[in-house]
């Protein structure tokens, strides 16, 4: 079953689960607008992912109230917010030095520092996990620094590698595989397993980098 308004379409996931398919909204503000709901306490999970947003209850009752309830979050008044955008401001001190970033320059048809100095002067968000724990996807990269991810992947990328891909950047956790441009690296540890939360970012919080002196 499936229900449609506007651009956005609200299907059913297995017995307790609805997918929102987001066309004209980003994943993160719709699953921190769900979030915020006085409702969403009865929610076991709320998963943004590149254009959709899995939202689990926990329990296979009541779902269609569930579904309005998301109906009111996508179509009301709030669903196209123009205030301050929620989440932390979190600032990510980035040496840009990477291995890519002279490849980079020269595709894009500009100098490495002006690279580095575009890269640094935009807000990004993080739109979702994926790919690998602490795998945080930041949207945002400005249209004049985007290209295709690698032909061939490096086997193993270290942590605190910073990348470019597409309109999105990444901070490495370390341990993975990685086909993204690799244009810088920072000391901060933004996953780590001993720390609780190990995760240090969250869906919605606005990523600044700041670059630093090699």
Known sequence: ?????????????GDRGWLIECADRLPAEVATSIRAQPWASGLREV????ATVLVVAETAAGMDKLAAGLRTV???????????????????????????????AERL?????EVARRHGAGEYRVGFFGFAPGFAYLDGVPESLRLPRLSSPRPRVAAGVVAIAGNQTVVYPGGTPGGWH????TTTRLWDVTADPPNRLAVGDRIVFEAVTP
């Open 109 to 113: 048809g500009l100098a490495p520092e």
């Open 47 to 50: 998963v943004p992912a590149a």
């Open 182 to 185: 690799q244009i810088g690296v």
């Open 1 to 13: 079953m499936s229900t449609t308004s506007g651009k956005t379409i609200l299907r059913r996931a």
């Open 74 to 104: 996508l179509d009301g008044p709030g669903a196209h917010p123009t205030g301050p955008p929620p989440g932390r401001r979190i600032v990510i001190p980035v040496r840009y030095d990477g291995p890519d970033l002279p490849e980079v």
